[in-house]
């Protein structure tokens, strides 16, 4: 039995026939149990060792068809994977050249229109049509900036400068930020801030793009034409929640969103704005949030507003340092 164990130790695949002098029913057993083919007692009958002999080969054949069928279905299952990471790869090239080219042909529009009035404004010597001119020439100049860097960052592969941070300072930063370009646009802007929240470890930078892209879009909802509102209202809310470091709201009474847009804010290149929006604001926050381990969810309503909610887990990133 001894010897039978330290066969199968070293060579597993070995087939082996345990021949004994007595035939102990248990010993029997035991050597089956240990891996053995077959198991004769002596004196040894021709017939019988014949027999086993024959069984040990077919297990042996059968053990090496197995193993040839398992390598080529491996070999199958890699080819057949590899093929459809290629298709999917091509298929998110086609689709990120395709959103790319509707973005640009955005921007190449809103330039087309600021160099019309531009032209009209020098052509009737109008300083109202030459200011209004070079203000879009000069937004749709910023907005292909943006697009760049929003690509860039988007692309490169990049790991969250992760350091202790007060979890509250993402919302006031931007809300010092864009609370007059609020007020411009006729919408108030307001921050609700949880002081149970201390510090945690988060991408400073990184949530900051979130939030600011978030209220970007926010206050553009909130000054969409299309829908009456007295006057548009954009709420920062940060809440310490069970299971997660912090939770950030983005709140809007703009004109919400219907179910299927809902479903398609977050793929690639998708704008609610229209030939006004690249898509790549959300493409960016939703990255960078799950770099972070977090998540991000969208609460809409048609002719109701917009809320988005960010959690970020506890520790994020903690144990890098």
Same mark, same amino acid.
């Given at each position: 039995?001894?010897?039978?164990?330290?066969?199968?130790?070293?060579?597993?695949?070995?087939?082996?026939?345990?021949?004994?002098?007595?035939?102990?029913?248990?010993?029997?057993?035991?050597?089956?149990?240990?891996?053995?083919?077959?198991?004769?007692?002596?004196?040894?009958?021709?017939?019988?060792?014949?027999?086993?002999?024959?069984?040990?080969?077919?297990?042996?054949?059968?053990?090496?068809?197995?193993?040839?069928?398992?390598?080529?279905?491996?070999?199958?299952?890699?080819?057949?994977? *590899?093929?459809?990471?290629?298709?999917? *790869?091509?298929?998110?090239?086609?689709?990120?050249?395709?959103?790319?080219?509707?973005?640009?042909?955005?921007?190449?529009?809103?330039?087309?229109?600021?160099?019309?009035?531009?032209?009209?404004?020098?052509?009737?010597?109008?300083?109202?049509?030459?200011?209004?001119?070079?203000?879009?020439?000069?937004?749709?100049?910023?907005?292909?900036?943006?697009?760049?860097?929003?690509?860039?960052?988007?692309?490169?592969?990049?790991?969250?400068?992760?350091? *202790?941070?007060?979890?509250?300072?993402?919302?006031?930063?931007?809300?010092?930020?864009?609370?007059?370009?609020?007020?411009?646009?006729?919408?108030?802007?307001?921050?609700?801030?949880?002081?149970?929240?201390?510090?945690?470890?988060?991408?400073?930078?990184?949530?900051?793009?979130?939030?600011?892209?978030?209220?970007?879009?926010?206050?553009?909802?909130?000054?969409?034409?299309?829908?009456?509102?007295?006057?548009?209202?954009?709420?920062?809310?940060?809440?310490?929640?069970?299971?997660?470091?912090?939770?950030?709201?983005?709140?809007?009474?703009?004109?919400?969103?219907?179910?299927?847009?809902?479903?398609?804010?977050?793929? *690639?290149?998708?704008?609610?704005?229209?030939?006004?929006?690249?898509?790549?604001?959300?493409?960016?926050?939703?990255?960078?949030?799950?770099?972070?381990?977090?998540?991000?969810?969208?609460?809409?309503?048609?002719?109701?507003?917009?809320?988005?909610?960010?959690?970020?887990?506890?520790?994020?990133?903690?144990?890098?340092?």
């Amino acid at each position: 039995i001894q010897v039978l164990q330290k066969i199968k130790e070293e060579r597993p695949e070995t087939e082996v026939i345990m021949v004994s002098g007595h035939g102990d029913m248990g010993l029997a057993i035991k050597s089956l149990k240990y891996g053995a083919t077959d198991f004769i007692t002596k004196p040894i009958n021709d017939d019988i060792l014949e027999i086993a002999l024959k069984r040990a080969n077919e297990n042996i054949f059968l053990k090496n068809k197995v193993k040839q069928y398992t390598e080529n279905l491996e070999q199958l299952v890699e080819e057949k994977t *590899r093929k459809l990471l290629n298709a999917e *790869r091509l298929t998110g090239v086609g689709q990120t050249v395709a959103g790319l080219a509707h973005a640009i042909k955005n921007v190449a529009a809103g330039l087309k229109g600021g160099a019309f009035v531009l032209e009209k404004g020098i052509e009737l010597n109008n300083k109202k049509y030459l200011l209004e001119g070079w203000e879009m020439v000069k937004g749709n100049l910023g907005k292909i900036g943006d697009m760049a860097m929003d690509l860039l960052n988007y692309t490169k592969e990049r790991t969250p400068e992760y350091q *202790r941070y007060d979890l509250n300072e993402p919302l006031r930063e931007v809300f010092l930020l864009m609370v007059h370009k609020a007020e411009k646009s006729g919408v108030i802007l307001e921050k609700k801030l949880d002081d149970r929240l201390a510090e945690g470890w988060l991408d400073p930078k990184g949530i900051h793009r979130c939030i600011l892209n978030l209220v970007t879009n926010a206050i553009d909802a909130c000054t969409d034409i299309s829908c009456s509102r007295p006057r548009g209202k954009v709420t920062l809310r940060s809440r310490k929640i069970e299971g997660w470091a912090v939770e950030y709201q983005v709140i809007d009474n703009g004109c919400g969103m219907d179910q299927e847009t809902r479903k398609k804010i977050f793929q *690639r290149f998708f704008s609610t704005k229209g030939s006004r929006g690249t898509g790549l604001g959300l493409m960016i926050t939703k990255k960078i949030v799950d770099e972070h381990g977090g998540v991000i969810e969208c609460q809409s309503e048609r002719g109701k507003g917009t809320k988005f909610i960010l959690r970020l887990p506890e520790n994020s990133g903690k144990d890098l340092f």
